[in-house]
Every structure is written in structure tokens, then in C-alpha cells.
């Protein structure tokens, strides 16, 4: 069966840092910035200096030895359209005001032959286990700040909601969030109104 997941998570940048040490471990692993080249093959980087963008294509030639992407005229871009051979790292990062934003690696294989999957899920499973191991879940809550805080009723959820055990946070950003715990959040996205803050520091809801 094609495997078809993902795995979120909180870095800061030095929980970054040792992931992708642990990527880079395997010297048939390469990163890409992004899905959108200049080229038709993309320029591939052994160091994470190298990506400018959130979004990083992790891919290794042992999985499928190129990549295929399709010219887009109206930008004079290369879009990837073999991104199933590959673990999409879209990345933790660290904005103004206290927010970290959160991260996941994700895959999706349909489209792969059996043995480029077999590759792919392979490094994916491992990277999982490497997060499972050092990171904690359900240590933080969604909430909304410009809503009342209280327990659910008709029409409106719980705020804050309980904690998320799909979110892993990173040893690093953990201690980050617990070194200013009133102020310091995670949000989805820079311009996001919910937030997640660490469920020890918010009121219990019933």
C-alpha cells in the first residue's frame, strides 16, 4: 500500500540543526530549496546554509536516480513533479514576538514504483523514530486569544482544546517555550489568530 503521511512538529533552530545532521548522516541524502528551480534538474546542497526557504526537499538518487519537473512560462520556473519520490521538510521557523511556527516531514508515495516507495518510506520511518525518540507530544494546546477562554458549548469547541498529541516538540524549543512561558507561542503560520502555548500554563477546560 502507498504510504500517504506526515509528522508535525516544533523546531528551534537548534533542533533544526540536529535534524538534519541525522538526514545528512546518510551521505546518498541531498537537499533541495524548494519545488520551484531554475533549471530542469534542481541544484542539490549537502548543508542547510544552503536553503533560503521554508520548504526543503529531502531526496536521495538511490530512491530515484533524477527528478522530473515541468516548465512553467509565466514565471520561467521548474516545478517538481516527482515529489513522491521524495520527504517534503517543511520547516519550523523562528518569527518576531516569540512565535515558532510549526513544521512537519510528509510523504506521499501513489505514484511511486515499489521499490522507489520501499526508499522513501523507509527514510521516513526512520526520521519519525528519530523525532518520537527526543521530542514530546502533548505538551501544547490550541487556543484562541481573542475568545474567551471556558469549555466547549453548543456551537463553539473548547479554548483552549486539549493537548495536541499530533505536535512534537523539540527538546530545544521546548526549553525555549518554558524560558518565557506567558509570552512564547506556536502558531501555524506568521499570520495565524489561533496559537498553541504550553498546556501547563493555560486553564484547564471541561
Same mark, same amino acid.
Given at each position: 500500500?502507498?504510504?500517504?503521511?506526515?509528522?508535525?512538529?516544533?523546531?528551534?533552530?537548534?533542533?533544526?540543526?540536529?535534524?538534519?545532521?541525522?538526514?545528512?548522516?546518510?551521505?546518498?541524502?541531498?537537499?533541495?530549496?524548494?519545488?520551484?528551480?531554475?533549471? =530542469?534538474?534542481?541544484?542539490?546542497?549537502?548543508?542547510?546554509?544552503?536553503?533560503?526557504?521554508?520548504?526543503?526537499?529531502?531526496?536521495?538518487?538511490?530512491?530515484?536516480?533524477?527528478?522530473?519537473?515541468?516548465?512553467?512560462?509565466?514565471?520561467?520556473?521548474?516545478?517538481?513533479?516527482?515529489?513522491? =519520490?521524495?520527504?517534503q521538510f517543511l520547516r519550523s521557523?523562528?518569527?518576531?514576538?516569540?512565535?515558532?511556527?510549526?513544521?512537519?516531514?510528509?510523504?506521499?508515495?501513489?505514484?511511486?514504483?515499489?521499490?522507489?516507495?520501499?526508499?522513501?518510506?523507509?527514510?521516513?520511518?526512520?526520521?519519525?523514530?528519530?523525532?518520537?525518540?527526543?521530542?514530546?507530544?502533548?505538551?501544547?494546546?490550541?487556543?484562541?486569544?481573542?475568545?474567551?477562554?471556558?469549555?466547549?458549548?453548543?456551537?463553539?469547541?473548547?479554548?483552549?482544546?486539549?493537548?495536541?498529541?499530533?505536535?512534537?516538540?523539540?527538546?530545544?524549543?521546548?526549553?525555549?517555550?518554558?524560558?518565557?512561558?506567558?509570552?512564547?507561542?506556536?502558531?501555524?503560520?506568521?499570520?495565524?489568530?489561533?496559537?498553541?502555548?504550553?498546556?501547563?500554563?493555560?486553564?484547564?477546560?471541561?
Amino acid at each position: 500500500m502507498p504510504m500517504n503521511s506526515q509528522l508535525r512538529f516544533v523546531m528551534h533552530p537548534q533542533d533544526e540543526r540536529e535534524f538534519v545532521a541525522q538526514v545528512l548522516a546518510d551521505p546518498a541524502v541531498c537537499l533541495i530549496d524548494g519545488p520551484r528551480w531554475k533549471t =530542469a534538474q534542481p541544484e542539490t546542497f549537502r548543508t542547510l546554509d544552503a536553503i533560503r526557504g521554508s520548504y526543503c526537499i529531502l531526496w536521495s538518487p538511490e530512491d530515484r536516480a533524477t527528478l522530473q519537473a515541468r516548465y512553467i512560462p509565466s514565471c520561467d520556473d521548474w516545478y517538481c513533479q516527482t515529489e513522491w =519520490a521524495t520527504i517534503q521538510f517543511l520547516r519550523s521557523e523562528a518569527l518576531a514576538e516569540g512565535v515558532l511556527t510549526e513544521g512537519r516531514i510528509a510523504v506521499g508515495t501513489r505514484d511511486a514504483s515499489p521499490d522507489e516507495a520501499r526508499g522513501v518510506e523507509k527514510r521516513y520511518k526512520a526520521l519519525g523514530r528519530f523525532i518520537r525518540k527526543r521530542y514530546t507530544n502533548a505538551v501544547v494546546c490550541w487556543c484562541n486569544p481573542t475568545m474567551p477562554f471556558g469549555p466547549a458549548v453548543p456551537g463553539r469547541s473548547a479554548n483552549p482544546g486539549t493537548p495536541d498529541a499530533q505536535v512534537w516538540v523539540g527538546p530545544h524549543a521546548l526549553q525555549w517555550l518554558r524560558a518565557d512561558a506567558q509570552q512564547r507561542r506556536v502558531k501555524q503560520s506568521c499570520n495565524a489568530v489561533v496559537e498553541a502555548r504550553l498546556a501547563d500554563t493555560l486553564p484547564a477546560t471541561v
